[in-house]
């Protein structure tokens, strides 16, 4: 783990009666690219609030770099915000917005243009200083906004879900330029979002937050593969679940009756939530295939009907109902060239492996 | 053609044209017809109790070269620029505190109470500032009773200050309400960029806040000062003698002189006056009207 920038200790904020916050302790490293996700309403943006300092947490204790901030007011703390909308001063230039920051600056007036324009061309707006703000667009105004930040050099960027009000085409070419910006400058990010897809992209680490709690934190990877509860299962991506039965357990692992696809041994790494006394199986559709005529699963197979084939393009999402079980999961197939599409109501193999379930007990 | 005539009057234009056409006529007939004869007027020569139709610029220079005139012009200017500026001063504050200060479901309650002083008529409105502004008035008994005064204030009644404070206080509201609107219409996360962005509540303010409240000032500023120019009620009634102002001179010139020709010079010249001054103070200020989206 890299040097904390920011620790968070049983951080609580309540609203009056409601608790927006129920206890947030965790630590960002220095440098590290960390997102908030979950869905409106988690608190997540509070805590980005908190950190800024324009809320302060009704109890509990937050450090930036080692200091408390504990009455430390949002103009002096070390760090900087991107605003949801962007909040680009409207009776300024571009130029003006970037620089605004450095007026208590000691640097000459000569030194303070050149920053600007090193940072306004750090984020792709070069030439662009003498316009208008009002004159920009959505993805120029993100631009301004990150220039404007990252010039007074924070210990730590705040990014207030900066991509949601992009289009698809321009969010996928701004999550790409902030990882690069984010390497480029080596400070730490905290990004808040609503989108799985873009805290999987973007993020070293992602803390899915629920009501007010910290639900997992973990990389991407190991979020998506090794979700700790089904509720996160179900906010990243697509998860099936199949109703199961613990048959028994070891300290190594657990032997499971799994409906439609049978008994399986599964490890102890692959159960990662607590106890809740809810037992499913759950597995990615991508970890599900169609087996054509003549194919083998290299592990296991189970029969079943398809039952509803939706087509991407370069992908096809098909709804198998497999034997023996009421609901029918997804499973997702890549076009490669010479795969047929299936028809509805074709019957059909499909093979998994075992080490890609993940049990909820 | 009948066809044409036909598309034409189902057009939307059309449609248009008759929905505006009562007020356009409206407007015609009380404003633009008024101004055009008020203006031919100041160019005519007066013939006692007649206006005798030979075209002259005699009236505008009796107009410019009586010291009369003169004075009571420059009087006029220098009364309603101390109105707008302490009724514009004295609004600011206001309008911030209900803008930003009170609950966003109180506020249409602020709003209605600020524009309680229009229940009762100008005139009346005016009567009362003489019962607290007169020599035995209520601000006068009150000073009095309290010691601290040894005999009642003049300074209060008849004069150009009276007059200042009575139309400060009516144009109270005209000036609150744009700068209200201007101010609501500020972005809120703008402040907090501001702060975020290093600077205190204050530096805030300055940088953010009251440069784009600035089209709310300067449309209080043009909504106070343009009326207060030409006032008649005020200065005569609690304006004294020191405190006539242009349109005093102008009711003269028409109804006591009966001299229509010189009483539309001098209106016309106040009214060129109000115009340059308005249009050289909105080019000052042009930075803050920019469009913006």
Sequence with gaps: MKRPIIELENVQKYYGDYHALRGITTTIGEGEFFSLLGPSGCGKTTLLRTIAGFEDPSSGVLKIDGKDMDGVPANVRPTNMVFQSYAIFPHLTVEENVGFGLRRDPRSAADKARAVQEHLEMVGLKGYGKRAAHALSGGQRQRVALARALILKPKVLLLDEPLSALDKKMREQMQVELIRLQRQVGITFILVTHDQEEALVMSDRIAVMFEGQIAQLDDPETLYRLPKSRQVADFIGTMNFLPAQVLSETPDGFEVEVAGLGRAALTARQAPGRPTGDVAVGFRPETLTILYEGQQAADRESPGIVEEVVYYGDMTYYDVKLDGVAAPVRLSMRNVFGRPVLDRGTRTRVAWAPGALVLFR | ?293
Excluded: C
């Design chain 2, 1 to 293: 053609m009948a066809n044409r005539l036909h598309r034409l009057g189902r057009s939307e234009a059309a449609n248009g044209l008759v929905l505006v056409s009562p007020p356009a006529i409206f407007a015609v007939l009380l404003l633009a017809a008024p101004l055009g004869l008020l203006f031919l007027y100041s160019f005519l020569t007066d013939g006692y109790l007649t206006i005798l139709w030979e075209f002259t610029f005699q009236n505008y220079r009796d107009a410019w070269s009586d010291p009369l005139v003169r004075t009571v012009m420059l009087r006029s200017l220098g009364v309603s620029m101390m109105v707008t500026a302490i009724t514009v001063l004295l609004a600011f504050p206001v309008a911030y505190f209900v803008s930003f200060h009170v609950r966003p479901d109180r506020k249409s309650l602020w709003l209605f109470l600020i524009t309680i002083p229009f229940w009762t008529s100008y005139l009346i409105r005016v009567f009362l500032w003489k019962v607290i502004l007169g020599y035995n008035g209520v601000l006068n008994s009150g000073l009095l009773g309290l010691g601290l005064i040894d005999e009642p204030l003049t300074f209060i009644l008849y004069n150009v200050n009276a007059v200042v404070i009575t139309l400060a206080h009516a144009y109270a509201p005209f000036a609150i309400l744009p700068i209200f609107v201007a101010l609501e219409k500020i972005d809120r996360s703008l402040l907090e960029a501001g702060r975020d962005l290093g600077e205190s509540d204050l530096m805030t303010f300055w940088r953010v806040t009251l440069p784009l409240s600035m089209s709310g000032v300067v449309a209080a500023v043009l909504i106070v000062f343009i009326p207060t120019i030409g006032d008649y009620v005020t200065p005569q009634l609690v304006g004294g003698p020191e405190g006539r102002m242009v349109a005093n001179i102008i009711h003269l010139q028409y109804l006591r002189l009966d001299n229509y020709p010189a009483g539309s010079a001098i209106a016309v010249s106040a009214m060129v006056m109000v115009t340059a001054i308005s249009l050289l103070f909105l080019f000052l200020n042009r930075r803050f009207l920019r469009g913006r989206k």
